[in-house]
């Protein structure tokens, strides 16, 4: 199908879109006789976000676990750094340099920061290594301008929005190119998710291309240079941020032409042009 594209300059302040680093083509998954995605086209560039949204069941989690190495696609190619590629795992996605901040965060409370950080990956040289740990945990932690008091302090004394911070710091452990956040502001108020998209405006700075998925239309508009709307498992559109209305993308998540809003705008435009002609006409 057509993706309708607006192709315009994104908002003021915002990165340009530069090399690009990730590129789906007619991805496909399905479960038995359910589709979950067909034929799906995405692109992400260096220093760009771009936010992937929908309703319940649009193919947004398929999509992620397809990019993060849980699911195979059944068709369709991935293009990694101008070369064509396959994630049959998790940990060859974290080793392309893909990593994936999943909505649970899939945190310890028991353990501290550096532990959750380097879990799985702690630095043995020999023994291990606590104190290169440590620096290295305030060093990424540092990179976001992250507001956590102490490296030593459980994940349990923490707020969401810091745990949240902990869980984008683990994926900048081994330097990836492309970060996926799933639903980052998730369940938290109004400061922390103010917090939390510094987090992803500090990720874009660092020239990574971020992918995050959002049912928040604000944090979308916030901090996204392009939307990409998925529904039913498959692309409905492409929009740059700052180009288009939220009510023109909410119509796209929802495939619906003729709602309230769009009839009222219509009726605006309309009584607009007859005041023009009866200007002219006079």
């Known amino acids: 199908m057509s993706i309708p594209t607006i192709d315009q300059p994104a908002s003021a302040g915002r990165a340009e879109p530069r090399t690009s680093i990730l590129s789906l083509r007619g991805a496909s998954k399905s479960?038995?006789?359910?589709?979950?995605?067909?034929?799906?086209?995405?692109?992400?560039?260096?220093g760009e976000v771009v936010a992937i949204v929908g309703d319940n069941g649009a193919g947004k989690s398929t999509l992620v676990k397809v990019l993060s190495g849980v699911h195979l696609p059944d068709a369709g190619t991935i293009t990694f750094e101008s070369n064509q590629v396959t994630i049959p795992t998790p940990t060859a996605a974290?080793?392309?340099g893909i990593a994936t901040v999943f909505q649970d965060l899939a945190l310890c409370d028991n353990l501290n920061v550096i532990n959750n950080l380097f879990l799985g990956r702690e630095l043995r040289p020999g023994r291990l290594d606590e104190v290169a740990m440590e620096v290295r945990s305030w060093e990424l932690l540092r990179q976001l301008s992250a507001k956590i008091p102490s490296v030593r302090i459980p994940i349990a004394a923490l707020s969401g929005g810091q745990r949240q911070t902990v869980a984008?710091?683990?994926?900048?452990?081994?330097?990836?190119?492309?970060?996926?956040?799933d639903e980052p502001?998730?369940?938290?108020?109004?400061?922390?998710?103010?917090?939390?998209?510094?987090?992803v405006e500090r990720l874009r700075e660092r020239g990574l291309g971020v992918i995050m998925i959002s049912h928040n239309m604000a944090d979308v508009q916030a901090v996204a240079d392009r939307v990409v709307v998925l529904r039913l498992g498959r692309n409905n559109g492409e929009f740059t941020v700052g180009a288009v209305s939220p009510e023109e993308i909410i119509a796209a998540i929802t495939g619906a032409t003729d709602n309230a809003v769009t009839r009222?705008?219509?009726?605006?435009?309309?009584?607009t042009a007859s005041s023009l002609d009866k200007e002219v006409t006079s």
């Open 31 to 46: 479960f038995g006789a359910v589709a979950a995605l067909t034929d799906i086209d995405l692109e992400v560039a260096a």
């Open 94 to 96: 974290l080793d392309l």
């Open 168 to 181: 984008i710091a683990r994926s900048l452990v081994g330097n990836p190119k492309v970060i996926i956040l």
């Open 185 to 199: 502001t998730a369940a938290l108020g109004v400061a922390q998710t103010a917090e939390v998209l510094n987090l």
């Open 264 to 271: 009222r705008t219509a009726q605006i435009d309309l009584r």
